[in-house]
């Protein structure tokens, strides 16, 4: 089993959509949690980090389930530039060491 | 955000020759560094973890002899492929973490990547 898993997708919707993802992590010690953006042939970014009791920031949502080892991202009103690979990470320590998902791929169309 | 950089951005080499690539903290001390490598359609791979000061730690099927790293100082780390190969072909990122406080404990700078190519 990975140690991060996420559906691989692509995810095609349309502009103004909401579209959710998710992502399992199988080392129920990890200690922090991050969704980070990735474009066609470039660095991840991170796009926020995900806390226990939820986060919002603007159109992005995340949620953390520690019982269910399960992480959320959720994208309200879709936007062209929201396409892109969006990587689950896992830190399983407090070494640094983070563990990327396979990332899940959203195109969003006009 | 701090910024890190990656030098070069794009390598193509012929088989055997062996390829040096930096990675440099811009505007902060990176305590630690690590090197990741991606290949088409997958995600990052961590293959080791950079101490300044101190030997790399390798993770499990990374060859050390092969990806030489080096932490010379707190602002730049670099990694050589040595008798680089095609499979060796692909995406190379490095990170980059500050000193808690600075940067937060968890957070990572991420370089812009090297690609290289290996004929």
């Known amino acids: 089993r990975k140690e991060v898993e996420q559906d691989p997708g692509p995810f095609n919707v349309p502009e103004g959509a909401t579209v959710a993802f998710n992502c399992t992590y199988s080392?129920?010690?990890?200690?922090?949690f991050f969704w980070y953006r990735q474009d066609c042939r470039k660095e991840p970014k991170l796009l926020m980090s995900?806390?226990?009791s939820g986060n919002e920031d603007g159109r992005f949502t995340a949620q953390l389930n520690r019982a269910s080892q399960y992480i959320s991202l959720l994208i309200r009103d879709s936007k062209l530039s929201d396409s892109a690979t969006y990587l689950c990470v896992v830190n399983p320590s407090n070494t640094g060491k983070l563990i990327f998902g396979q990332g899940t791929t959203l195109q969003v169309k006009p | 955000g701090a910024v890190v950089s990656q030098h070069p951005s794009r390598v193509i080499c012929k088989s055997g020759t062996s390829v040096k690539i930096e990675c440099r903290s811009l505007d902060f001390q990176a305590t630690t560094m690590f090197w990741y490598r991606q290949f088409p359609k997958q995600s990052l791979m961590l293959m080791a973890t950079?101490?300044?000061?101190?030997?790399?730690?390798?993770e499990q099927g990374v060859e050390k002899d092969k990806f030489l790293i080096n932490h010379a100082s707190l602002t730049l780390s670099t990694l050589t492929v040595t008798s680089a190969h095609p499979e060796d072909s692909s995406f190379y990122i490095c990170s980059a973490r500050g000193a808690p406080g600075l940067a937060g404990i968890d957070e990572q700078f991420f370089g812009p990547g090297t690609r290289l190519t290996v004929l």
């Open positions: 080392n129920s010690a990890s200690q922090s």
């Open positions: 950079s101490n300044e000061g101190s030997k790399a730690t390798y």
């Open positions: 995900v806390y226990s």
